[in-house]
């Protein structure tokens, strides 16, 4: 019955549907599938008494503490920023006060870019104040501001059409909301694209499945050859209104501000804890999320619910007194938003050990009550996962997705390390991500009980297991 | 089956569930229910005809194009404001064109406050900047602002047990949000129950129904005898946050400047205009929204929608050539926002009227897919209220609920008129009032259409049967 509930999610089960008697081809190894379905339905006991301490025990609510305090207390905390090197010394010393191993940080060299004071006022068809947020790495304006007037379009095909019109112009990009992996492509490439037809500026609708009124920011990209010029995100409501006077005919004339400046690299960390492993200490299981944040709202959600479901996935196996076979280890990556520069530091660094990488685990989507892990591996290590996610009956998250992800574990599993992260609610995600909502006011300490003994459940069981997850 | 289905709202029905035998009792009229029934019926096809115009007609998503028109062009319209007047000065010109009659204007005084520049922020435990929406006719501080050590409570009772620690603090009100109606009390009296107890400013959490970091602002009133002290909304973000900190213990200072500013009233009008009864020209069923706003965002769903419904309905009616027995007039109030001031002088103005006024309706909660109508009135009335309300079957809005209101229409009610508005999604309409958010980006042509559908059927088939609405 649950097998085939689970078809809908496009999983394939080469095992499950003749359970006992497949065996893996071509497998290194001579077990069974039966015999690994047995092992996994033996940690039943301890996905019991992992998630009753989580849920329900004296754990509750732990996770959803300890970031309102780290959060609270240290504000949002960007690359390069005090606060961001400040609560990575927090986190330093909490993760030795709570007893887990090996704590120590992993030096990273990060970007540290600053907006400084910035302001949009449409100045034509009448008096506006236009909320923006500078883009993560654009340049400033000159301190006058840029004044020019507008143009609008909905995609980088309309821009193409309409070059001749952007020169000297700013232009708006008022593209729709897709998915984020779609749409981002405007916040990240919508300077080029507007400086390549000679554009002064461009202002790029929110990437944000939901609006009041409210400005996401986030990263963009230069390119070598191509004019800098600043860019910033608005709102969808005043991309859709100027969308609508340009469709009326109104000139439309905006002064921009902004303040924002590159500065040089800055000295910075990745967070490492561990729980040693008994019996394979050099093969790993990696849970993490990202310690950095925007420099808006709080960074609770992307990503403290992220690095402190990991935390709290360490600290509940400690508590019970479990220590798996291989080692399950603990990364808070710095300076995620800058694309995955902790990741990729720590990639180059670990690299050589990539044959004892079991799974990589990565929290960046929410922590609200997830709708099971997305994976990324060889079909027999998927297998493997729907037995183990099996154990989280009791809280009802079951099911396995496709792609597995992370910008800081995909450098893994680009390399073919399996590797999964936990499913949420995007559109309640993709509301607040990057924007001064990011704050403890939406996270849930019951939801992220139940995220953090997911992910204790299944860093747990893998990094116990007699074997590694296959690989493809 | 119908009428079953809708006992659950608490209707009684005095007359359907005998329907055609029943009679008033005590009533002035020799009709039977019957009868009237039977004269509501006739109208299925004059509902039919709205109710294709507005949603599939030549008429579909005017009044979305209309509103989303003006406020592009004018902006927020608030109580005092140039904008406002524009707005009045193009509805009038608006209307005339529209070939509407008897348009005209109505003097009222207004008030005329302006927020002027305004922010806060807090200086401990962290710095920290935060959005606030000074509330319309507070004070504003000092230049240098105030700066003060922070009280936060989560009740007046709270405020009243702590009464010692607030004086000369700015004091935090976190309550939660219940409902509009309960928590509003304390954007209304935070101020006068803070300086009560010797406070120096309140800042009061947005009543709001969910945040994405949005401050909701509206009107406060000071109390004669009670130090008028500055008062501003926070976002329900801060509000939470600054509960945790005072809760673990954390001194919170926070400088709180604004420049609001009350200035003397200014002239303004209710916009009215007509289709004049044919029969009993003299008795009117008045159809309302107000044409102010506060002065952020657009002032598109509070109350444009509404008062562009109420004009579809007037437009709707006369281009399918119809002319009820009673005149149904648009009223578009000024200064809702202020306390229903342009409600309260109509209400002076016309109230020696008041026996020939069958129904006034009024729409402030919302034009998105209406959930029904709410209605105060006798139960008779109501009975044919349901009745009415069966012909807009084909758009499947049939209810009737209790509780019809509006600012601007509760005089009349209150003495007695019967009264109708429109319900709506209360959770989506309360997430965008009074913030930078309520703009055309919330407002849906499909939804706009079929609720002047409902307002025009209702409207209409109220003015041109044969008798008045009975009252109690
Ligand atoms: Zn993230
Ligand atoms: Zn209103």
Known sequence: MKFLLFTFVGVVHLFSLNSGKAIYKNDISQRTFQEVKEEIAHYGDVAKAIINLA???????????????????????????????????????????????NVHLEPVKIPHWERGEESAVMLEPRIHKIAILGLGSSIGTPPEGIT??????????????????????????????????????????????????????????????????????????????????????????????????????????????MGAKNYPDVDSFNTVAEIIGSKYPEQVVLVSGHLDSWDVGQGAMDDGGGAFISWEALSLIKDL???????????????????GIGGFQYYQLHKANISNYSLVMESDQGTFLPSGLQFTGSEKAR????????????????????????????????????????????????????????????MDPKQMNVAAAVWAVVSYVIADMEEMLPRS
């Not at 232009?171 to 992996?181: E, K």
């Not at 007194?321 to 694309?339: D, F, I, M, S, Y």
């Not at 680009?414 to 609610?425: E, R």
């Open 383 to 442: 297998a493997i996962m729907e037995e183990v996610m099996s154990l989280l009956q009791p809280v009802n998250i079951t099911q396995v997705f496709r792609a597995g992800e992370g910008t800081d574990i995909n450098f893994w599993i680009q390399a073919g390390v399996p590797g999964a992260s936990l499913l949420d609610d995007l559109y309640k995600y993709f509301s607040f991500h990057h924007s001064h909502g990011d704050t403890m006011t939406v």
């Open 55 to 101: 849920v329900y025990g004296i754990a509750r609510n732990r996770s959803y503490e300890r970031l309102a305090l780290l959060v609270d207390t240290v504000g949002p905390r960007p690359s390069g920023s005090k606060s961001l090197e400040k609560a990575i010394q927090i986190m330093y010393q909490n993760l030795q006060e709570d007893g887990l191993e």
């Open 148 to 257: 020019a007037e507008v143009l609008v379009v909905t995609s980088f095909e309309e821009l193409q059409r309409r070059a001749p019109e952007a020169r000297g112009k700013i232009v708006v990009y008022n593209q729709p909301y897709v998915n984020y992996s779609k749409t981002v492509q405007y916040r990240v490439q919508g300077a080029v694209e507007a400086a390549k037809v000679g554009a002064l500026a461009s202002l790029i609708r929110s990437v944000a499945s939901f609006s009041i009124y409210s400005p996401h920011t986030g990263i963009q990209e230069y390119q070598d050859g191509v004019p800098k010029i600043p860019t910033a995100c608005i709102t969808v409501e005043d991309a859709e209104m100027m969308s609508r006077m340009a469709s009326r005919g109104n000139r439309i004339v905006i002064q921009l501000k």
């Open 321 to 339: 007194g479990l220590r798996p076979k291989r080692t399950l280890r603990l990364v808070l990556w710095t300076a995620e938003e800058q694309g």
